[in-house]
Every structure is written in structure tokens, then in C-alpha cells.
């Protein structure tokens, strides 16, 4: 009986941990549906884009934007992309798009309009 138990207890666990997987995103720190990547362009562009996506979602209340606040929050371009005009294109895109997405996460959840209300 004892290692019927064991044996149960053991296979729960495996299927446990094999659904935990490490995030992909290292250095970014992305809530769990924010997987959205850097789009292509020169390295300025990319810069950009991840300070704007940074400052996106550190401006939108949910769970995760602390994460966001606390490593330094709101990014806004200051040092050597301060006046590059392609940083600041990447910036503004990739503002809009993380703050929409995120503002779209927060008020469309799947359990918002689940059938338990």
C-alpha cells in the first residue's frame, strides 16, 4: 500500500516539474503572457524598442509591472540615444505596442467573462 502511495506521489510530481520551463527572455523581464520579441532593425532601433516596451509596461497596473518599476522604471532614452531619431522610433513603437498589449491583458483576462461569475 505505502509503495502504491509513493509510487503515485512520485508520478504527480513528474508531471508536476516537467511543466515548469525557464523563461526564454533572460534579462527582460516579461510577465508570463508577455512573450513578445524584439522586432529587426539596426541596434539603435532595437534599443528603442526594448526601453519603450520597458517604459510600456512599467506604466500599466498588473501583477508584474513592480518588476518593471523597481529595475529602474520608466526609460525614456537619456545618454547616446538621447537624440537619435531611429531610437526614438523604436522607443515610440515599442511603447505603443507594450502598453496596448498589456492594457488589453489586464482588462480581456480569460477569467473576466468565465462562466463561475
Not at 504527480?12 to 511543466?19: E, H, K, T
Not at 526564454?24 to 528603442?48: I, R
Request: a neutral charge; proline letters at 7%.
Amino acid at each position: 500500500m505505502l509503495y502504491n502511495i509513493s509510487i503515485l506521489i512520485l508520478t504527480f510530481l513528474a508531471f508536476a516539474l516537467s511543466a515548469c520551463v525557464m523563461p526564454n527572455h533572460s534579462g527582460f523581464y516579461n510577465p508570463v503572457s508577455l512573450s513578445m520579441e524584439v522586432p529587426d532593425g539596426p541596434p539603435e532601433y532595437k534599443a528603442g524598442w526594448h526601453a519603450g516596451c520597458k517604459t510600456g509596461s512599467a506604466l500599466k497596473s498588473f501583477a508584474n509591472n513592480a518588476v518593471f518599476q523597481k529595475n529602474g522604471g520608466p526609460d525614456f532614452g537619456s545618454g547616446v540615444y538621447a537624440h537619435d531619431p531611429v531610437y526614438q522610433t523604436g522607443w515610440g513603437q515599442g511603447w505603443f505596442a507594450c502598453s496596448i498589449y498589456i492594457g488589453n491583458f489586464v482588462a480581456n483576462h480569460s477569467m473576466r467573462f468565465s462562466p463561475l461569475d
